[in-house]
């Protein structure tokens, strides 16, 4: 701001360029300016959104990995589940502990299935019967 004597006012507003008085010298302030707007804009609908997708995935990988170690270092058992596709369905569990085990446990349930008999499990303390299970409905 100019006052009347030519002299110019301290403001708050010093920073932007005055173009009626400045000039041709002005317009690199003013294209800095836009490209810093333009900039804030783009980080504003784009980057800023893909960050949260990336911390949103890394806390679902987390979780995941939780759960995997539990299973693994707790001894928890995994559960192996079959489901009938007709009505009325029909769902079979097995519970088996241990990772190599359950792999195992699943080629043993889908062998059983394609055969047409109880799938049967014997653990390596030579217990065998079949599995645990669940015939709840669906």
């Known amino acids: 701001m100019r006052r009347p004597d030519g002299e110019r006012s301290e403001s708050s507003w010093d920073w932007v360029p005055d173009l009626a008085f400045g000039g041709s010298d002005d317009l690199p302030v003013l294209a800095v300016i836009a490209a810093v707007l333009v900039a804030l804009v783009l980080a504003w609908f784009f980057v800023f959104p893909a960050l949260i997708f990336v911390l949103d995935l890394l806390v679902v990988l987390v979780i995941a990995g939780a759960g995997v170690a539990a299973h693994v270092l707790l001894r928890r058992p995994w559960i192996i589940e079959a489901r009938t596709t007709d009505r009325p369905a029909q769902r079979r569990g097995w519970a088996a502990v241990g990772w190599r085990s359950s792999a195992r446990a699943v080629d043993l349930v889908a062998d059983g299935i394609e055969s047409g008999r109880d799938p049967v ?18």
Do not use: M
Request: charged share 30%; hydrophobic share 30%.
């Open 121 to 138: 499990w014997t653990d390596r303390l030579g217990l065998s019967g079949p599995l645990p299970r669940t015939d709840e409905g669906l």
